[in-house]
Each structure stands twice: as C-alpha cells, then as structure tokens.
C-alpha cells in the first residue's frame, strides 16, 4: 500500500509539473505573438521611415527612432522609451523623470494644464522612442529631473510646445543652457 501511495504522489507531482510548464509556454507564446502585432503608431512610424528612406534606425521592442537626432555635447545622451506624461514640460522616459529644456508650462491645477499635458500625450505618447540630450550647463538637473531637449517622433518637444503656445520660454535660464543659441529658443526670447 505504502508503494502505491508514493508512486501515486510522484505522478501528482510529475502532472502537476507538466502543467505548469505547458501554462508558461501558452502564456510566452501568447506574449510572443502580442508583441509582434503592430499598433496604430507603429504603422505611422513606418509610414514615415518609408517617406524618408535615408533615415537610419534604431529599433525598440515595437518604435522606432532616427539616429540623426544625435545629442550635442558631453552630457547624458538617453535613448528609451515614455512610461509617462507628468505635464507639458516633464515626462518619465524609462521611469526616469526628464525636464524640458528652457521651458515652463502650467502645472497641475493652474489654468491650461491639462491641455499642455494632452499636447504632449497626443504627439509623444507613452511608449514612443525618444533621445533625450542632457543640458551640459545643468547637469545637476532639477527637482531630481534630468534637464534635457527630448526628441521625439522627429521633433523637439521643447520647440514643438512653445509653437503650439502652451508653454513660454524660461528666459531666466537662457544664460544657463546650452540650447540657449538654438534657432527655435532664440526665436521664442533667449
């Protein structure tokens, strides 16, 4: 009796062990084939790639970025990928919280915060590939943010939320970035 009991709970455990391995292939295969499925954005991004054929790219698990946006001097150059929009000039790139450069937009609970923040959503959205070139003359960033120009999709979010006026220029910083002498920070006053 004793011997069928232990060959009993030895083939328990063996079933249970063949189950469980099937459940994870199921649940891999099943992730395999999601993350292969493209998205609205993906096909836009390919759409642009293959409007601009002489544009290199860099891929990610489903976005794609240039690499002709390279970064400018020596601090950080960060490539990765939005988990989150905080507001019109703050966002998470791979849990990281990255500041806009020599921008300022309303913050929460100030009037047109939530359409800066939207703007943002609707032309970066989470999960959209960026660069992100740390400000050499702020290093130190702020507020535990790094201080950046973020591009993204091919435009610079800086540049892109001062054009759709739900930002203004910080031009008490201008003496303190290196982006200070760009063509669209200029333009906007520094």
Request: hydrophobic share 40%; with cysteine.
């Amino acid at each position: 009796m004793l011997i069928i009991v232990k060959k009993m709970r030895k083939n328990i455990i063996l079933g249970v062990g063949a189950v469980c391995f099937v459940v994870v292939f199921v649940l891999m295969t099943i992730g395999a084939v999601a993350i292969q499925q493209f998205t609205p954005e993906d096909r836009k991004t390919e759409q642009i790639i293959a409007e601009k054929p002489e544009i290199d790219v860099i891929s990610g698990p489903s976005k794609a970025i240039s690499d002709k946006q390279n970064c400018s001097g020596d601090a950080r150059c960060i490539s990765g990928f939005v988990t989150r929009v905080i507001d019109g000039d703050t966002i998470d790139v791979d849990g990281q919280s990255i500041r806009f450069a020599l921008v300022d937009t309303p913050e929460f609970g100030e009037n047109e915060y939530a359409e800066a923040r939207n703007y943002i959503q609707t032309i970066c959205p989470i999960g959209s590939a960026v660069i992100v070139d740390e400000d050499d003359l702020q290093t130190k960033g702020s507020h535990g943010r790094i201080i950046g120009v973020v591009y993204c999709n091919y435009l610079n979010l800086s540049e892109e939320i001062l054009e759709a006026g739900h930002a203004e220029i910080l031009t008490s910083i201008c003496l303190k970035s290196e982006f200070a002498n760009e063509p669209w920070a200029k333009k906007f006053g520094c």
